[in-house]
């Protein structure tokens, strides 16, 4: 098992299921359910923005399914946290670098940890400033 990100013909999830119906409709529903006020706190970084300038990483892919080849999108809310484009491509950067992320812990451990150690970094940059 590995939780990095894989490139080519072997990323279904990348080249299908992210550009799916039910991913839209899917992610919809948790920006409706997560912004009242219409803006939301990226998990990464904290700086608050609109649902537009973010997305949303899977810290379980429990949920993504494909049936009969169609997608079908059960993740749970706490399935998914909410990061700027570039703050989420840094949390997959440690994912893919750190050898115990990447193959010796869950989807879910490897991401949460990767979260804890990236606030700390983009925390120290926002202090230095």
């Known amino acids: ?28 529903r948790w920006f409706r359910d997560h912004t009242a006020t219409g803006a939301l706190p990226c998990a990464a970084c904290g700086v608050v923005t609109v649902k537009d300038e973010l997305e949303l990483h899977h810290r379980d892919y429990e949920g993504v399914r494909i049936t009969q080849g169609v997608w079908q999108a059960w993740e749970d809310d706490d399935d998914l946290v909410a990061l700027h484009p570039h703050c989420h491509e840094l949390l997959h950067r440690l994912i893919d670098r750190d ?12 991401s949460d940890h990767a979260l804890r150690a990236l606030q700390l970094k983009l925390h120290d940059v926002q202090a230095a400033s």
């Not at 098992?1 to 919809?28: I, V």
């Not at 050898?99 to 490897?110: E, I, N, Q």
């Open 1 to 28: 098992m590995t939780n990095q990100r894989r490139t080519g013909l072997k990323n279904l999830y990348r080249e299908e299921f992210l550009r799916s119906p039910a991913w839209f409709a899917r992610r919809n």
């Open 99 to 110: 050898v115990v992320l990447a193959r010796h812990r869950t989807r879910r451990d490897a």
